[in-house]
């Protein structure tokens, strides 16, 4: 079962914050917080992680609670070409490797 | 490009057809993975491959059959497909470091008619 909780769908304004939030309650001490978004069916492509502390990249900000229960990924100018799927996702580790558990994730939609 | 490659990108089969998907990766991982997304269903992992050993098969059917020849390269084997069958099969890898991400292929886009 997924580790990870997210609203279905979200609608932005294009050039506004987007904000995606995740729960993942369940999240164990050394299990980092993955985020991924698939445009059209396409592969997913990596936004950013982080484990406990705040993260910024050029694509997006996460924001970690200090309980690490939930998460939320900030998209600060979103564009039409941001319209996507939005994975969060709690990485487990698996004999000697690690794993991905994928939920149902957000359907954003960037709105001109 | 995210320097995972997948072939074909699409494929029509019949349900006693064999056929084979292929993942090659140019990033030097060491961990290979596939997936399965059916429509409006989240992305389910199959099978996991960490130097070029079998880590995990996730209660996957005998008629998908995995090969791992080497850390770069990835098959998955079909034979006497179901229509359900039908989906988008992902191909990822990463270097399994504590943070590392993975990346993902374009897909392959089955149809089991």
């Known amino acids: 079962d997924a580790k990870t909780t997210q609203p279905p769908s979200m609608d932005c304004a294009e050039g506004r914050a987007a904000n995606l939030p995740c729960n993942h309650s369940?999240?164990?001490?050394?299990?980092?917080v993955y985020w991924y978004r698939q445009i059209h069916s396409q592969g997913p492509q990596y936004i950013i992680h982080?484990?406990?502390n705040n993260e910024t990249n050029e694509m997006a900000s996460l924001i970690i609670t200090e309980d690490r229960k939930s998460s939320t990924l900030i998209l600060p100018h979103a564009t039409l070409r941001d319209t996507a799927v939005y994975y969060c996702?709690?990485?487990?580790?698996?004999?000697?490797?690690?794993?991905?558990?994928f939920g149902t994730g957000t359907r954003l939609k960037v709105l001109a | 490009e995210t320097g995972v490659t997948q072939t074909p990108r699409h494929l029509v089969m019949g349900m006693t057809n064999k056929k084979s998907l292929k993942c090659e990766q140019h990033?030097?991982?060491?961990?290979m993975y596939w997936y399965k997304q059916s429509a409006k269903k989240p992305l389910e992992l199959m099978f996991v491959?960490?130097?070029?050993?079998?880590?995990e098969n996730n209660s996957v059917p005998s008629r998908f059959s995995p090969e791992c020849p080497n850390s770069s390269h990835l098959f998955l084997h079909l034979h006497t497909l179901q229509p359900e069958d039908s989906a988008l099969y992902l191909c990822?890898?990463?270097?399994?470091?504590?943070?590392?991400?993975?990346?993902f292929g374009p897909g392959t886009r089955l149809t089991v008619l």
């Open positions: 990822a890898s990463s270097q399994e470091t504590l943070s590392s991400e993975q990346f």
């Open positions: 369940t999240i164990s001490g050394n299990e980092y």
């Open positions: 982080g484990l406990k």
């Open positions: 996702i709690v990485r487990v580790a698996t004999a000697g490797t690690y794993k991905y558990i």
């Open positions: 990033l030097g991982h060491n961990a």
């Open positions: 491959y960490n130097f070029k050993e079998q880590t």
